[in-house]
């Protein structure tokens, strides 16, 4: 029997919203910017938290998708941080301000991955994890709930919440994915660059001018040409060829024992609709532990930047508390 989720409003805000939220998350430090060593590379994260952080909540990773960076969640994370939460934003290896890989058709794969995330909270001292994923960030997410690759890691998660990412993507999508991602476009100026990413991006929903230029600031380099180009390497690209099946991943979902939230871009024509429907009849699915909600407005994927977004990841977390307290 299908199952209908229940659909996420999520409308433009209005200036005066905007303004609101602002205002109540004005008190919010700026995220450090930290490096650490994970796997024997220099990993790059931000690093947010209130003055008033509460030490009794899990810390939360949001991790980004494949071809951004931990910036992308800085909205979130600031939301995050006003509630009393820890967030820890990764650039993943390749990505961002943390080393590229020195070997990318060994390393740029889930399983490697998870070893980064597993060094990352053991450095950090982190023993009660929430996840927060888009995309890729939520394959991750996945292979560490499950605790099949690292089993350290999965023990210490609460909660998931999987950005428009499942244990099975549609190939098509992915093929389109593949063909931006591995020839990443290079320009002459940052307009042209933020053009770009305005169009590529589009599905993420509303974006406000402000954020579409914090976005291209915080995910671009220049080349020795003095063009600009997105942030990531190349070759990470690489995953699908050397690792063709990586995101097919059902025996880590089956195995994850934690409340899991699936925000499924309305959309999205990488998770499908029927693929969410098979997630409700296995796994967490079938334990009763998976909410999935239907962002309107979205495609791949919901830029989790508005107040029905925040508070749909916040009761995710809230589940994720009160299942390990029962």
Same mark, same amino acid.
């Given at each position: 029997?299908?199952?209908?989720?229940?659909?996420?409003?999520?409308?433009?805000?209005?200036?005066?919203?905007?303004?609101?939220?602002?205002?109540?998350?004005?008190?919010?430090?700026?995220?450090?910017?930290?490096?650490?060593?994970?796997?024997?590379?220099?990993?790059?994260?931000?690093?947010?938290?209130?003055?008033?952080?509460?030490?009794?909540?899990?810390?939360?990773?949001?991790?980004?998708?494949? #071809?951004?960076? /931990?910036?992308?969640? %800085?909205?979130?994370? !600031?939301? $995050?941080?006003?509630?009393?939460? +820890?967030?820890?934003c990764p650039d993943t290896l390749g990505r961002g301000l943390s080393e590229w890989s020195r070997a990318p058709g060994d390393e740029y794969q889930l399983r490697f991955y998870a070893r980064l995330a597993r060094e990352l909270a053991d450095a950090l001292g982190l023993e009660q994890i929430h996840w927060?994923?888009?995309?890729?960030?939520?394959?991750?997410?996945?292979?560490?709930?499950?605790?099949?690759?690292?089993?350290?890691?999965?023990?210490?998660?609460?909660s998931l919440v999987l950005n428009d990412n499942a244990p099975e993507l549609a190939a098509p999508a992915l093929e389109r994915i593949k063909g931006y991602a591995g020839q990443p476009p290079v320009f002459a100026t940052m307009a042209e660059l933020e053009a770009f990413f305005r169009s590529a991006y #589009?599905?993420? /929903?509303?974006?406000? %001018?402000?954020?579409? !230029?914090? $976005?291209?600031?915080?995910?671009? +380099?220049?080349?020795?040409?003095?063009?600009?180009?997105?942030?990531?390497?190349?070759?990470?690209?690489?995953?699908?060829?050397?690792?063709?099946?990586?995101?097919?991943?059902?025996?880590?979902?089956?195995?994850?024992?934690?409340?899991?939230?699936?925000?499924?871009?309305?959309?999205?024509?990488?998770?499908?609709?029927?693929?969410?429907?098979?997630?409700?009849?296995?796994?967490?699915?079938?334990?009763?532990?998976?909410?999935?909600?239907?962002?309107?407005?979205?495609?791949?994927?919901?830029?989790?930047?508005?107040?029905?977004?925040?508070?749909?990841?916040?009761?995710?977390?809230?589940?994720?508390?009160?299942?390990?307290?029962?």
């Open positions: 029997m299908s199952h209908a989720a229940p659909r996420l409003e999520c409308a433009i805000p209005s200036a005066a919203e905007q303004t609101a939220w602002a205002a109540q998350l004005a008190h919010v430090p700026a995220p450090a910017s930290r490096y650490v060593q994970c796997a024997g590379y220099e990993i790059h994260y931000m690093d947010w938290s209130a003055a008033a952080v509460d030490a009794a909540l899990p810390t939360v990773i949001a991790w980004h998708g494949l #071809a951004r960076t /931990g910036r992308d969640m %800085d909205p979130l994370a !600031r939301y $995050l941080a006003a509630q009393g939460y +820890r967030v820890i927060i994923g888009t995309s890729m960030g939520g394959a991750i997410g996945m292979v560490c709930a499950s605790g099949l690759f690292e089993p350290t890691l999965g023990s210490r998660i609460r #589009a599905p993420y /929903g509303w974006l406000p %001018d402000a954020q579409w !230029r914090a $976005l291209t600031e915080t995910s671009m +380099r220049r080349l020795p040409d003095g063009r600009v180009t997105p942030h990531y390497d190349p070759r990470m690209i690489e995953q699908f060829t050397g690792h063709e099946n990586d995101y097919l991943i059902w025996p880590h979902y089956d195995a994850i024992q934690v409340p899991v939230l699936l925000l499924r871009g309305e959309a999205s024509d990488l998770v499908l609709a029927s693929t969410a429907q098979q997630m409700l009849q296995r796994g967490p699915g079938a334990r009763g532990q998976l909410q999935w909600l239907e962002v309107a407005g979205c495609g791949h994927a919901p830029a989790l930047n508005v107040l029905k977004q925040w508070q749909a990841v916040k009761g995710a977390l809230r589940a994720g508390e009160a299942a390990r307290g029962a």
